[in-house]
């Protein structure tokens, strides 16, 4: 068994059918390239295993940066996109590989996943420790009457450049550029809205979809004043006429008042500390744990 990184140019079309074949059919070399090359965050860290020039195992690591208003940063790397052929399961490659690529990677502060429930206990036999009870996936009724400030909301221009948010916060966060947003929500099933207030560009990206056959708004990601958080959940919903909304419980989206709300779950996370330490600050959103990344 022979472990190397992975070539990005040579390597990608045979990972993708390996995965194609082992993980996830509708796996494409589009996506391994959004994610993994194209990140604004860098290019992600990755190893493959190879027997008789075969690839039959890859480990990625996706840089996945948190920062907050003032220019601090943890530096960040996410397991993604793990995958080991069928012939050769219970060999103990996924553990190596994992490993492996650790090694190459020595500027970072903090590992971040979303295992399934496969992996997830591997994980934990790795050392790595589960986010309990902070986060939870939330859906409520939001009201239609407007008590607070009228936002303007418009399209955001994606031909400009803001190398930085408005953040008001001192939360570590993933949303804070326009590049960032860019990237991460170029689907066109995601919908992005700006509002300016006192000069500041404020986002909230969202998409629409039936939960359980109801139209529901799904928040994704908010960047900006967290402060009027909740007047831009109301004018989203307006302007939508959908007053269902469902989201991932965290420090910036709790100032959202619901006039009725449930919860929905435990978002399952795992972190193993490197540089850091993993505290309040670090604010993770529904965007950050979709299935699509």
Known sequence: MEYRSLNFEDDINEVVLLINDNLDPLYTKELILWKHLHNPFGKSIA???VIDAKIVGVVFYMRYNFENNKGKIVKTIRPLDVCTASSQRGKGIFKILLQKCLETAKDYDLLFSTPNKNSYPEFIKLGWSALKDQYYFKVGIISPLNFGRSLKLSEVDLSINVSRSQNNHNYLVTANSLEFIKWRYKDSDYNIKQFIIDGSMNMIV?????????????????????????????????????????????????????????????????????????NDNISISLGDIEARL
């Open 206 to 278: 969202y998409r629409v979809e039936k939960l359980k056959g109801i139209k529901t708004i799904i928040l994704c990601d908010y960047m900006g004043d967290e402060t009027i958080i909740n007047e831009a959940v109301k004018s989203i919903s307006r302007l939508e006429n959908i007053f269902v909304l469902y989201c991932l419980n965290n420090s910036i989206t709790k100032n959202i008042k619901f006039i009725w709300s449930k919860k929905q779950g435990d978002a399952i996370m795992i972190y193993k500390e490197n540089n850091c330490n993993f």
């Open 47 to 49: 190893m493959v295993a």
